[in-house]
């Protein structure tokens, strides 16, 4: 299968939509996420002619890798529902892209064949996206599995803990790489379903103390939106922080992603990289993001939609066209590098 006439990454979303049933669909675009996109797509930018931009390029360096443009790919849980190859997939393509993705804690295909897709590929051993499993001892075993299998980063996902109504899973897709849920994972009789059984197994800061002594491997954290918390992530040792709302799925009403971001970036006063995701749909969307000061930027549903209609090549497709979007946009802005893309680039 070739690839698909489009002109935009956008443009896969409706190809996507073609392809998935209503339940698959509308577990992927749950939650408030047109919020985010507005505000990226409100923010005007500033044309800056006569800029030499020739020999320019999207490379940056990040957590000490070197990727060939800022465009992340996300966690995003059971990619089996979206196509059969998956995860493996979604590696394929960010490898073939030269980019860097994050495994879900809940992926539907093992962490070791989606490192060694990557690495078949000739990509840079992927991160891997931790969620709290409940308490110390399982939260470890999940970690040293990705150590093990030879994960890159650790991005430790801190605004979802309260899991609300997803879909019923097909037989056959599951969180593969999690341990079976036991009787502790229900609250006891007459308690709260939500501050005793969820929050009771949901990770406070003294967890991420204990975490950040873990591992050696450059921690993020991702779901952050309050500048305090940013700064205390990175008081206790953490590396980067994403801005995240999680692509509008968890808190409704929750702050926009984009309104929190040069909050962020103020505090965190270049101490680490701030990443950001939520709404991003397009080249022009990441370089409003990186003008706010963000280094780098995670796609979610997008790269999905790539996933859905055409696999790993869809995927490979919307990246590279998010990456000509962004060189484009940065032409006609006065951008040569990333480095150039600051406020002076907004109108
Ligand atoms: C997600 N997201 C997510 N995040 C995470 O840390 N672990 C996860 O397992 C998942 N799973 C997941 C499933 C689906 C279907 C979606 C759409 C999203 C959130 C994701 O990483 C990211 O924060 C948002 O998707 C970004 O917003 P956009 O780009 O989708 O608007």
């Given at each position: 299968?070739?690839?698909?006439?489009?002109?935009?990454?956008?443009?896969?979303?409706?190809?996507?939509?073609?392809?998935?049933?209503?339940?698959?669909?509308r577990y992927?675009?749950d939650?408030d996420?047109?919020?985010?996109?507005?505000?990226?797509?409100?923010?005007?930018?500033?044309p800056?002619?006569?800029?030499?931009?020739?020999?320019?390029?999207?490379?940056?360096?990040?957590?000490g890798?070197?990727?060939?443009?800022?465009?992340?790919?996300?966690?995003?849980?059971?990619q089996?529902?979206?196509?059969?190859?998956?995860?493996?997939?979604?590696a394929?393509?960010?490898?073939?892209?030269?980019?860097?993705?994050?495994?879900?804690?809940?992926a539907?295909?093992?962490?070791?064949?989606?490192?060694?897709?990557?690495?078949?590929?000739?990509?840079?051993?992927?991160?891997?996206?931790?969620?709290?499993?409940?308490?110390?001892?399982?939260?470890l075993?999940?970690l040293?599995r990705a150590m093990?299998?030879g994960?890159?980063?650790?991005?430790?996902?801190?605004?979802?803990?309260?899991?609300?109504?997803?879909?019923?899973?097909?037989?056959?897709?599951?969180?593969?790489?999690?341990?079976a849920?036991?009787?502790?994972?229900?609250?006891?009789?007459?308690?709260?379903?939500?501050?005793?059984g969820?929050?009771?197994?949901?990770?406070?800061?003294?967890?991420?103390?204990?975490?950040?002594?873990?591992?050696t491997?450059?921690?993020?954290?991702k779901?952050?939106?309050?500048?305090d918390?940013a700064?205390?992530?990175?008081?206790?040792g953490?590396?980067g922080?994403?801005?995240?709302n999680?692509?509008?799925?968890?808190?409704?009403?929750?702050?926009?992603?984009?309104?929190?971001?040069?909050?962020?970036?103020?505090?965190?006063?270049?101490?680490?990289?701030?990443?950001?995701?939520?709404?991003?749909r397009?080249?022009?969307?990441a370089?409003?993001?990186?003008?706010?000061?963000?280094s780098?930027?995670?796609?979610g549903r997008?790269?999905?939609?790539?996933l859905?209609?055409h696999?790993?090549?869809?995927?490979?497709?919307?990246?590279?066209?998010?990456?000509?979007?962004?060189?484009?946009?940065?032409?006609l802005?006065?951008?040569?590098?990333?480095?150039?893309?600051?406020?002076?680039r907004?109108?």
């Amino acid at each position: 299968m070739g690839l698909p006439p489009v002109e935009r990454a956008s443009d896969y979303l409706s190809l996507a939509r073609a392809r998935l049933d209503d339940a698959t669909w509308r577990y992927l675009m749950d939650g408030d996420g047109s919020g985010n996109e507005q505000a990226l797509a409100d923010v005007r930018l500033m044309p800056r002619p006569l800029s030499a931009v020739a020999g320019g390029h999207t490379r940056l360096r990040l957590f000490g890798q070197e990727l060939a443009h800022p465009f992340v790919l996300a966690p995003v849980a059971y990619q089996r529902l979206f196509h059969a190859d998956g995860e493996l997939a979604t590696a394929m393509a960010a490898a073939a892209q030269g980019g860097q993705q994050v495994i879900s804690s809940l992926a539907s295909m093992s962490i070791e064949a989606i490192v060694q897709a990557a690495a078949a590929g000739g990509g840079a051993a992927p991160w891997f996206q931790l969620y709290w499993q409940r308490d110390r001892p399982r939260t470890l075993r999940l970690l040293r599995r990705a150590m093990d299998a030879g994960c890159s980063a650790i991005v430790f996902t801190v605004d979802a803990p309260v899991k609300l109504a997803t879909m019923r899973l097909p037989a056959d897709i599951h969180a593969v790489n999690l341990e079976a849920p036991t009787h502790a994972d229900l609250p006891a009789e007459g308690g709260s379903l939500v501050l005793d059984g969820w929050m009771g197994q949901a990770p406070t800061w003294d967890d991420l103390a204990w975490l950040r002594q873990q591992t050696t491997l450059p921690l993020l954290i991702k779901g952050v939106l309050h500048p305090d918390d940013a700064v205390r992530a990175l008081d206790l040792g953490c590396d980067g922080v994403i801005v995240s709302n999680h692509g509008g799925r968890v808190l409704e009403g929750a702050a926009l992603s984009l309104a929190a971001l040069p909050h962020v970036v103020e505090r965190v006063a270049g101490r680490a990289p701030v990443l950001f995701d939520s709404g991003v749909r397009s080249g022009r969307d990441a370089l409003v993001a990186l003008a706010h000061g963000a280094s780098a930027v995670l796609l979610g549903r997008p790269y999905v939609w790539g996933l859905a209609s055409h696999g790993a090549l869809g995927v490979a497709h919307v990246i590279r066209l998010m990456r000509d979007e962004l060189e484009m946009t940065m032409a006609l802005t006065g951008c040569a590098t990333l480095a150039d893309i600051d406020v002076s680039r907004l109108a």
